[in-house]
């Protein structure tokens, strides 16, 4: 191979996010917006909060990033509260569905409340069980009103970048309680020629003794089906078993998938017609003394 493996500056991974948003069809091309919002009680305190992710336009997708509620709140409708208002904005800004992650610990049956239904379930290494979770906000769905709705008296509002750091301590705390504190490190690879261009380019991270996760592979087009996409994957999955992973996981369209299938990723959940017109898919490797 007439390429060496180098790390990717900041640049460079801005330029892969760019061109993979190039390869996916038309119609799934999205503008992504970051929005937070936070719920204060009588005397201005942050009690809880969600942060969440807009992909506007054709993808028409709200994704749940966080959501959280203060321990001493918890009971009160304070989650209902937020969960009410973040779809309100989604139906606002054309949303067709909401889609979610949780854990065995977390809330699963307060979104199934909610009107959310499980399309994937893994269990991750450390035994816990994790879940997506979708509604499609153009179908009926019964309204869930908690039976103690006393949370309704605080006050909702769209929050800032220090509203959503305080929101997202507050779910790793909370995560760490039960699964403990895990050591993220990132592979960011390209392979570059003599010139040091790039040729194939990779974006992932690891959560040390727990499971990796591809968020990008890239080759540029005149390059692609000379096996470089897979050279790389590879190296990012031998990365996060030298990290102590079992398994990696990845996202996919139907534009992609293929890829993945071909490396031995095995699907472990699929969301139909969403973005409309394709599906997406959630997919996984466990890895083996053979990798």
């Known amino acids: 191979m007439d390429y060496k493996i180098e790390n990717l500056t900041n640049e460079e991974a801005a330029y892969i996010g760019e061109q993979i948003n190039e390869i996916v069809p038309q119609e799934v091309d999205a503008d992504e917006e970051e929005f937070v919002l936070k719920v204060e009680n009588e005397v201005g305190e942050i009690v809880g909060g969600c942060i969440a992710e807009l992909y506007e336009y054709r993808w028409s997708r709200l994704y749940l990033n966080t959501l959280w509620v203060d321990e001493r709140y918890r009971h009160h409708g304070i ?17 067709r569905v909401v889609t979610l992650g949780t854990a065995s610990y977390m809330a699963r049956p307060f979104y199934e409340k909610h009107g959310y239904t499980v399309f994937t379930t893994l269990k991750k290494p450390n035994g816990y069980l994790s879940y ?30 220090d509203d ?40 992932a991270d690891v959560n040390k003794d727990a499971y990796g996760f591809v968020d990008a592979v890239f080759v540029e087009e005149p390059l692609r089906r000379q096996g470089l996409g897979a050279y790389l994957l590879k190296a990012a999955e031998a990365f996060a078993r030298e990290n102590g992973a079992s398994m990696v996981l990845t996202n996919a369209g139907d534009w ?5 299938q071909k490396n031995d990723y095995l699907l472990r959940g699929e969301l139909k017609d969403v973005p409309k017109g394709h599906d997406c898919y959630e997919l996984y490797k466990m890895l083996t003394d053979e990798l």
């Open 79 to 95: 989650g209902s509260l937020i969960i009410r208002e973040l779809e309100r904005i989604a139906r606002e800004k054309g949303c």
């Open 132 to 161: 997506s979770l979708v509604k499609y906000l153009d179908r009926e769905t019964p309204e869930y009103l908690p039976s103690d709705n006393s949370g309704a008296r605080f006050r909702i509002s769209l929050g800032n970048e």
């Open 164 to 203: 959503a750091e305080r929101i997202e301590d507050g779910i790793v705390a909370y995560s760490e309680a039960h699964e403990g504190k895990f050591e993220r490190v990132d592979f960011r690879k390209k392979l570059a020629d003599k010139d040091g261009s790039i040729a194939a380019g990779v974006i």
């Open 256 to 260: 992609n998938v293929e890829f993945f």
